[in-house]
């Protein structure tokens, strides 16, 4: 199994690719702004053809790029339908603060071809058997993506790339348009805390991390392990 990523130009917001192995097809994750040079030369280095794009919300730091990668391809990008209408415009879920940082300054345009993730479905793309959890609360429509780690460069069970549901030591911030801190507890109980320890998590922004690494020194996580009050809304990092 084949998993590579790097931080984009903007916001650090990680960029992946997922393979069985170098030469197959992959899918590619969250490709936000100024990637494709990187996100090219990572595909000629490991021989890789794009089969899709998944998004793990539908915040510009992780969507950017997805029409001209999917454009070129002619490949699907999958969104939560939470989320659908930030890819026609991504100041839907932006504040007017960064409406106007963002607002008509960076050319931006819809992918051709878009499918909607269902809660609970299992995705077979390019040979690998991604399972979909909505997870609300920093979006709508926030999504994780759960894969067997079987091969990985971590030989994890699973592995699960989190968006900006959940970081090493944060979680993703609840005070944009469609966040919800009351939904972001509810998606840590009932999605991450229920994952296994061993669990590698690939964020949206910062370090891999694991589930059981979180569970212990996570201060979110601890507070929802132990029903504690719930924390202010976490700072922010990314979008």
Same mark, same amino acid.
């Given at each position: 199994?084949?998993?590579?990523?790097?931080?984009?130009?903007?916001?650090? *917001?990680?960029c992946y690719v997922v393979a069985t192995a170098p030469g197959e097809q992959c899918v590619v994750v969250d490709p936000g702004i100024g990637v494709l040079d990187q996100l090219d030369a990572l595909l000629a280095e490991h021989? &890789?053809?794009?089969?899709? $794009? %998944?998004?793990?919300?539908?915040? /510009?730091?992780?969507?950017?790029?997805?029409?001209?990668?999917?454009?070129?391809?002619?490949?699907?990008?999958?969104?939560? #339908? @939470?989320? !659908? =209408?930030? %890819?026609?415009?991504?100041?839907?879920?932006? +504040?007017? =603060?960064?409406?106007?940082?963002?607002?008509?300054?960076?050319?931006? +345009?819809? #992918?051709?071809?878009?499918?909607? &993730?269902?809660?609970?479905? *299992?995705?077979? &793309?390019?040979?690998?058997? /991604?399972?979909?959890?909505?997870?609300?609360?920093?979006?709508?429509?926030?999504?994780?993506?759960?894969?067997?780690?079987?091969?990985?460069?971590? =030989?994890?069970?699973? /592995?699960?790339? +989190?968006?900006?549901?959940?970081?090493?030591?944060?979680?993703?911030?609840?005070?944009?348009?469609?966040?919800?801190?009351?939904?972001?507890?509810? +998606?840590?109980?009932?999605?991450?805390?229920?994952?296994?320890?061993?669990? $590698?998590?690939? #964020?949206?922004?910062?370090?891999?991390?694991? /589930? @059981? !690494? =979180?569970?212990?020194?996570?201060?979110? &996580?601890?507070? $929802?392990?132990?029903?504690?009050?719930?924390?202010?809304?976490a700072p922010s990092r990314g979008l």
């Amino acid at each position: 199994m084949l998993v590579a990523g790097f931080p984009a130009d903007a916001f650090g *917001t990680n960029c992946y690719v997922v393979a069985t192995a170098p030469g197959e097809q992959c899918v590619v994750v969250d490709p936000g702004i100024g990637v494709l040079d990187q996100l090219d030369a990572l595909l000629a280095e490991h021989r &890789l053809h794009p089969a899709a $794009v %998944l998004l793990t919300h539908g915040h /510009i730091d992780h969507t950017f790029s997805v029409a001209p990668v999917c454009g070129a391809r002619g490949i699907t990008a999958y969104v939560h #339908p @939470g989320d !659908r =209408e930030m %890819l026609a415009d991504p100041t839907k879920g932006l +504040s007017a =603060e960064l409406t106007a940082l963002f607002g008509g300054r960076l050319p931006y +345009s819809e #992918p051709d071809d878009v499918a909607e &993730l269902t809660d609970g479905a *299992t995705l077979t &793309l390019a040979g690998l058997e /991604i399972t979909v959890d909505h997870a609300p609360g920093h979006t709508g429509g926030s999504v994780l993506f759960r894969m067997p780690g079987a091969g990985s460069p971590w =030989e994890a069970d699973e /592995i699960c790339l +989190s968006g900006d549901v959940l970081f090493a030591g944060s979680i993703g911030r609840t005070d944009l348009p469609g966040g919800s801190m009351p939904a972001m507890l509810t +998606s840590l109980r009932d999605k991450i805390l229920p994952l296994a320890d061993d669990t $590698v998590v690939l #964020p949206g922004h910062g370090p891999t991390t694991t /589930i @059981g !690494r =979180e569970r212990a020194t996570n201060p979110y &996580l601890v507070e $929802v392990a132990e029903s504690g009050p719930a924390r202010p809304a976490a700072p922010s990092r990314g979008l």
